[in-house]
T-cell receptor, first 111, second 112 residues
Framework: SQQGEEDPQALSIQEGENATMNCSYK?????LQWYRQNSGRGLVHLILIRSNEREKHSGRLRVTLDTSKKSSSLLITASRAADTASYFCATDAGGYNKLIFGAGTRLAVHP | DGGITQSPKYLFRKEGQNVTLSCEQNLNHDAMYWYRQDPGQGLRLIYY???????QKGDIAEGYSVSREKKESFPLTVTSAQKNPTAFYLC???????????FGSGTRLTVV
């Protein structure tokens, strides 16, 4: 079962532009996490936001969480070609210590 | 450096064969997970283990088996009962419920 659904499925932008990806989920959560996956590689943890937090920053990343709408967004500012990857949201709605992943957003950043 | 090591990186299986994917971590994490990823899709949970000598089925456990005899190791066996095993397999571990997962680099399994 997939809990999180990312939108859009694919995003193509130019270097320097901002990229925004959205995630919606269905049931209550304790936290929501974002991961990046380069082609053919494992996932890399980017940021975790707890259900009592509304916004979190890490470098060029900004994550928001709206529990009333059951949605989150990931903003990458001033994107670079190296940001080209798939981005996944994951929630702990699967139970204690068990993450459920969405299908991901494929981001392409063109030089 | 601490991390998760998956091996082999590529694995080819003949029809009717069982194959075992290795996952080793030196992060001292109690919880370990196996996910399957099909092209263009998200991750689906196969099995997970919260502690040594204990594991639970995930959403797609049929045709797979695991063991957790050591904290560091969580091997996954893809049995002949798994009819469509061609996929990318990812192992992960975590320190706890409010921590992110650390993933291995994956094993790509192909049926020949």
């Amino acid at each position: 079962s997939q809990q999180g659904e990312e939108d859009p499925q694919a995003l193509s932008i130019q270097e320097g532009e901002n990229a925004t990806m959205n995630c919606s989920y269905k049931t209550s959560i304790n936290n929501l996490q974002w991961y990046r996956q380069n082609s053919g590689r494992g996932l890399v943890h980017l940021i975790l936001i707890r259900s009592n937090e509304r916004e979190k920053h890490s470098g060029r990343l900004r994550v928001t969480l709206d529990t009333s709408k059951k949605s989150s967004s990931l903003l990458i500012t001033a994107s670079r070609a190296a940001d080209t990857a798939s981005y996944f949201c994951a929630t702990d709605a699967g139970g204690y210590n068990k993450l459920i992943f969405g299908a991901g957003t494929r981001l392409a950043v063109h030089p | 450096d601490g991390g998760i090591t998956q091996s082999p990186k590529y694995l080819f299986r003949k029809e009717g064969q069982n194959v075992t994917l290795s996952c080793e971590q030196n992060l001292n994490h109690d919880a370990m997970y196996w996910y399957r990823q099909d092209p263009g899709q998200g991750l689906r949970l196969i099995y997970y283990s919260q502690i040594v000598n204990d594991f639970q089925k995930g959403d797609i456990a049929e045709g797979y088996s695991v063991s957790r005899e050591k904290k560091e190791s969580f091997p996954l066996t893809v049995t002949s009962a798994q009819k469509n095993p061609t996929a990318f397999y990812l192992c992960a571990s975590t320190a706890g419920a409010q921590a992110g997962y650390t993933f291995g680099s994956g094993t790509r399994l192909t049926v020949v």
